[in-house]
């Protein structure tokens, strides 16, 4: 215990010495990280940059793990004050975070948000179960009760009820959230429906996720980056091809993009508020509380974010798609924002 407390005392020092001489340096808040919360962020900075108070935030998407990298690299002016996250922090992330002296994190829950399969409008809907979507873009399947590198290149292999086309679906890459959220959800929940995994989760836990987990590299996955406006792009030109996003985008692309069902569940604002949709998540922010008061406005910032006229159940964040919280964790949250309560993972 004693090593610990001088740990954060020594880091408690560090952060002050950080922003010695770099006082009110910075007037702008910083935020970084995931794409998909990067439009509600981006809508509650220019609201809170519209009050006049305080400059517009500058809000960068980097990708939740890309963030999350960025903000836990140390405490001081040069580095970010928030970071958007479309999964919850990591343990690791956290020990990280200490050990370069952001020992003092406040975790703020934004709302929910389904993961979509889409594709063009101009093409069918697809309609795929869990196991399919594993099928289709796992890099080892179940064969014979084997094993094996996926051998399916058109989707009609994986069901004869499924179109003719090849499998090309556009994704996030592993440093995304949206990715980490997919290949857990879906990908997992597909592997779960084979019994040789389901007996190798109980067995090898490690060789389990490794296989449920593990996405295809033969060119069937693309990685197309953080940029979701750019997969909404290549759908548009490539009616054959699937993408996958939050369904914020999908929202606000509804008159180019269609959503896949999903368990014969279409990927809509009710059906993933009232968790029909079996692909959902909850989305976050991360404040470094070592900032809070030397960088202008980071408090007024979470009380407008967490203001029920933007993440209300009627808020000007539902219009991007947000599905909100519940009233009553709308509250806890907003009370243990602006309260800065510590981040508890347990």
Same mark, same amino acid.
């Given at each position: 215990?004693?090593?610990?407390?001088?740990?954060?005392?020594?880091?408690?020092?560090v952060a002050t010495?950080? %922003?010695?001489?770099q006082a009110m340096?910075?007037?702008?808040?910083?935020?970084?990280? &995931?794409?998909?919360?990067?439009?509600?962020?981006?809508?509650?900075?220019?609201? %809170?940059?519209?009050?006049?108070?305080?400059?517009?935030?500058? !809000?960068?998407?980097?990708?939740?793990?890309?963030?999350?990298?960025?903000?836990?690299?140390?405490?001081?002016?040069? +580095?970010?004050?928030?970071?958007?996250?479309?999964?919850?922090?990591?343990?690791? =992330?956290?020990?990280?975070?200490?050990?370069?002296?952001?020992?003092?994190?406040?975790?703020?829950?934004?709302?929910?948000?389904?993961? !979509?399969?889409?594709?063009? /409008?101009?093409?069918?809907?697809?309609?795929?179960?869990?196991?399919?979507?594993?099928?289709?873009?796992?890099?080892?399947?179940?064969?014979?009760?084997?094993l094996v590198d996926?051998?399916?290149?058109?989707?009609? =292999?994986?069901?004869?009820?499924?179109?003719?086309?090849?499998?090309?679906?556009?994704?996030?890459?592993?440093?995304?959230?949206?990715?980490?959220?997919?290949?857990?959800?879906?990908?997992?929940?597909?592997?779960?429906?084979?019994?040789?995994? /389901?007996?190798? /989760?109980?067995?090898?836990?490690?060789?389990?996720?490794?296989?449920?987990?593990?996405?295809?590299?033969?060119?069937?996955?693309?990685?197309?980056? =953080?940029?979701?406006?750019?997969?909404?792009?290549?759908?548009?030109?490539?009616?054959?091809?699937?993408?996958?996003?939050?369904? &914020?985008?999908?929202?606000?692309?509804?008159?180019?993009?269609?959503?896949?069902? *999903?368990?014969? *569940?279409?990927? +809509?604002? =009710?059906?993933?508020?009232?968790?029909?949709?079996?692909?959902?998540?909850?989305?976050?922010?991360?404040?470094?509380?070592?900032?809070?008061?030397?960088?202008?406005?980071? /408090?007024?910032?979470?009380?407008?974010?967490?203001?029920?006229?933007?993440?209300?159940?009627?808020?000007?964040?539902?219009?991007?798609?947000?599905?909100?919280?519940?009233?009553?964790?709308?509250?806890?949250?907003?009370?243990?924002?602006?309260?800065?309560?510590?981040?508890?993972?347990?």
């Amino acid at each position: 215990m004693l090593n610990k407390t001088i740990g954060l005392a020594i880091a408690a020092t560090v952060a002050t010495a950080a %922003f010695s001489g770099q006082a009110m340096a910075r007037d702008q808040i910083r935020i970084v990280g &995931s794409s998909t919360v990067f439009p509600f962020s981006t809508a509650v900075a220019e609201a %809170f940059g519209s009050s006049g108070s305080f400059k517009t935030p500058v !809000v960068e998407s980097t990708g939740s793990g890309g963030g999350l990298k960025l903000f836990c690299s140390g405490v001081g002016l040069d +580095t970010a004050d928030i970071t958007n996250a479309s999964r919850r922090i990591k343990q690791s =992330e956290v020990d990280t975070c200490a050990k370069n002296g952001v020992t003092e994190i406040t975790e703020v829950k934004v709302g929910y948000d389904g993961i !979509v399969i889409a594709n063009s /409008k101009s093409a069918p809907v697809f309609d795929l179960t869990k196991q399919q979507i594993f099928m289709a873009l796992a890099k080892q399947v179940p064969v014979d009760g084997k094993l094996v590198d996926n051998p399916y290149k058109t989707w009609n =292999e994986i069901d004869p009820s499924l179109p003719n086309t090849k499998i090309e679906v556009l994704g996030p890459p592993p440093t995304s959230g949206t990715r980490d959220a997919f290949v857990e959800l879906a990908m997992e929940g597909g592997a779960d429906e084979f019994e040789m995994l /389901k007996a190798l /989760k109980k067995s090898d836990g490690n060789a389990y996720k490794a296989a449920a987990h593990s996405v295809r590299e033969d060119g069937a996955y693309i990685e197309a980056g =953080e940029n979701d406006n750019l997969i909404v792009q290549k759908l548009e030109a490539n009616p054959d091809a699937l993408g996958i996003f939050g369904f &914020s985008f999908l929202d606000q692309n509804a008159d180019k993009l269609q959503g896949s069902h *999903v368990g014969g *569940v279409e990927p +809509t604002f =009710e059906n993933i508020a009232d968790g029909k949709y079996g692909i959902s998540r909850s989305l976050y922010f991360y404040v470094k509380d070592a900032h809070v008061g030397k960088v202008p406005g980071i /408090k007024e910032f979470l009380a407008e974010f967490t203001s029920d006229k933007a993440f209300g159940e009627f808020g000007y964040l539902t219009e991007k798609g947000l599905i909100p919280l519940g009233e009553a964790e709308r509250e806890k949250v907003r009370s243990d924002a602006l309260e800065l309560a510590p981040l508890k993972l347990m």
